[in-house]
C-alpha cells in the first residue's frame, strides 16, 4: 500500500506543506513572507505571526491539490530544528495537534538532513536520477554551508564547514551592503548576469582542510565600497552588474575549491548540493563545467527543491516512517544542535 506522508516546515520565513506518496511528488505549497523585504532580512516576530495566518490555507491546499483526504495521511513530518523559535513552535504545534487529531504518528526532520533528502524526491512523470551512498552533498543554505559525506539517508558526516558566516548569509549581506532588497541572494545572481566577474576582485579566505569561511569577504567587500564612495557617491549606482558578478565568483569560488579538494580526497565522484544558494545559476554553471573536468555525477536540486520547502521534511519523513522512527507528542523545536 502506498504511504502518504504530510510534511510541515516553518523553520524561517516559508510556510510549506506537501504530500508525498511513496516517494514520489503529490503536492508543494510555499507561502514566502513579503513583510520581511521592507527591513533587510527576518523579523523573527513577524515569521511566527504569518506562519499562523498561512499554516492552515497552506496545509488545506497541500491536502487538496494531492487529491487526497485527511484520512489518506499514514503520518505526519515536521521541521523540529534548526530555525527560529517561534516559526518552529508553529509548525510543531500544529503537527502534533493534527497527529493528535487523526491519531496518526508524528514525525521530527532535521532541516538540513531533508535540504539533502530533497535529492531522493520522485517527480511524477520524469525519471530523475537519485546518488548512490556514499556521496558528498555541499549544503548551502542561509545558516549553513557544510560539505557533508552522506553514507546512508541518515548517516552524515561533517568534512568542512564555515568557522563564521553561511554562504546565504554572505550573498544576503553584500546585497544589503548594495541597497538590494531581502534576500539577497536571488537579486545578486541577477545583476551578476549582466556584469564581468573579474571587474573587481575581493580577497577569499585561506582556510584549513575543507572549511570556509566568509566574514573577511563581507568585510572586505564593505571596506572597498567605502573607499570608493568617499571619491565617487554613485560608485555602487555605475558599477552594480559587475560589482555583484564580482563577489558572487568569489563566494561561488570559495565554495568550489573546497568542494574540488574534499571530492579528489574522499575519492568520491557523486557530488550533489542542496540549500536556498544552490539556486544560484552561476554555481549550477560553474559546477556543470567542473563536474566535466573532475568526471564527477553532478546531482542539481530542481529549483522548487533549493530554498525552504515542505516536500523535503516529508521524503525525509518517508524515510523515517520506513524505520517507524516516530517521535513523541513531548518534542520541542531546538533553535541551533547544541540545544537539541
Ligand atoms: O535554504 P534556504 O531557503 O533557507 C535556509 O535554510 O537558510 O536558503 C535561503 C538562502 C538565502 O540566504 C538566500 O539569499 C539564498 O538562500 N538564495 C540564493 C539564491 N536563492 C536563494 N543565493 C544565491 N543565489 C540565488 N539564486
Ligand atoms: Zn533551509
Known sequence: MDTYILGIESSCDDTSAAIIKG?????????GQKVHEQYGGVVPELASRSHLQNIIPVIDT?????????????????????GLLGSLLVGTSFAK???MSLNIPLIEVDHLQAHVLSHFIKLPDIQNETPSFPFLCLTVSGGHT???KINDYFDFEIIGQTIDDAAGEAFDKVAKIMGLPYPGGPNID?????GNPHAFKFSEANMPHFNFSFSGLKTS???F???????????????RADLAASIQYAIIHSLTKKLILAARHHKISQIAIAGGVSA???LRNTLTKIAKQEKWELFLPPFQFTTDNAAMIAIAGYFKYQKRDFCKLDATPYTRYDQK
Do not use: V, W
Not at 497541500?62 to 534548526?82: C, D, E, Y
Not at 541577477?190 to 549582466?194: G, I, P, S, Y
Not at 565600497?225 to 558599477?239: A, V
Open 221 to 223: 567587500f564593505l571596506y
Open 190 to 194: 541577477k545583476l551578476a548576469k549582466e
Open 62 to 82: 497541500a491536502i487538496k491539490n494531492a487529491n487526497i483526504q485527511k484520512s489518506n495521511i499514514h503520518a505526519i513530518a515536521f521541521t523540529r530544528g534548526p
Open 97 to 99: 495537534g493534527l497527529s
Open 23 to 31: 516517494t514520489t511528488l503529490c503536492s508543494n505549497i510555499i507561502a
Open 280 to 282: 544560484n545559476s552561476e
Open 146 to 148: 557544510q560539505i557533508l
Open 225 to 239: 565600497l567605502r573607499d570608493q564612495l568617499k571619491t565617487d557617491d554613485s560608485f555602487i549606482e555605475k558599477n
